[in-house]
């Protein structure tokens, strides 16, 4: 058990670091933080689960996450919501849906690049286990 404790802690300082990397980047602003229904007003009428990356960091924190997967099932719920409340063929829709896209590849990308296979794996077993 101490040894799974250990692993989930590595997981959660990898992810940290992945998350605070997207945030960080300009592209993904409109991603950062959870939608303001002052600015979007019909946004949780067509979003039923909202997500961001603010949300994501405090839900890393909470050791919600046990393990890549999980985490990349969440930044898919970033994406999916704003494909689905920008779906039009405006240069406006189309620019976001775009960054979307970009936001999910830039974190498949830092998953694959940093994490060795056999510590998702081992992450893995430990979420069969609970
Ligand atoms: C994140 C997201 O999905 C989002 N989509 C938008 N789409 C539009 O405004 C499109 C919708 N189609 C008609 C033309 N307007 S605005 C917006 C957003 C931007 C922010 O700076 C902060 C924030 O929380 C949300």
């Given at each position: 058990?101490?040894?799974?404790?250990?692993?989930?802690?590595?997981?959660?300082?990898?992810?940290?670091?992945?998350?605070?990397?997207?945030?960080?980047?300009?592209?993904?602003?409109?991603?950062?933080?959870?939608?303001?229904?002052?600015?979007?007003?019909?946004?949780?009428?067509?979003?039923?689960?909202p997500?961001?990356?603010?949300?994501?960091?405090?839900?890393?924190?909470?050791?919600?996450?046990?393990?890549?997967?999980?985490?990349?099932?969440?930044?898919?719920?970033?994406?999916?919501?704003?494909?689905?409340?920008?779906?039009?063929?405006?240069?406006?829709?189309?620019?976001?849906?775009?960054?979307?896209?970009?936001?999910?590849d830039?974190?498949?990308?830092?998953?694959?690049?940093?994490?060795?296979?056999?510590?998702?794996?081992?992450?893995?077993?430990?979420?069969?286990?609970?």
């Amino acid at each position: 058990i101490c040894q799974e404790e250990n692993t989930l802690r590595e997981l959660r300082i990898f992810l940290r670091d992945i998350c605070a990397k997207l945030a960080r980047n300009k592209q993904f602003f409109m991603f950062t933080k959870p939608v303001d229904v002052e600015e979007v007003p019909d946004y949780l009428d067509i979003i039923k689960e909202p997500m961001d990356l603010e949300t994501l960091m405090s839900k890393i924190d909470k050791h919600s996450y046990i393990c890549a997967r999980d985490f990349l099932d969440d930044i898919d719920l970033i994406v999916r919501n704003a494909l689905e409340y920008n779906p039009d063929k405006s240069a406006e829709d189309k620019h976001i849906r775009h960054r979307a896209c970009s936001l999910r590849d830039k974190a498949y990308a830092f998953i694959k690049a940093e994490m060795d296979s056999d510590f998702e794996d081992t992450c893995r077993d430990i979420r069969e286990k609970r």
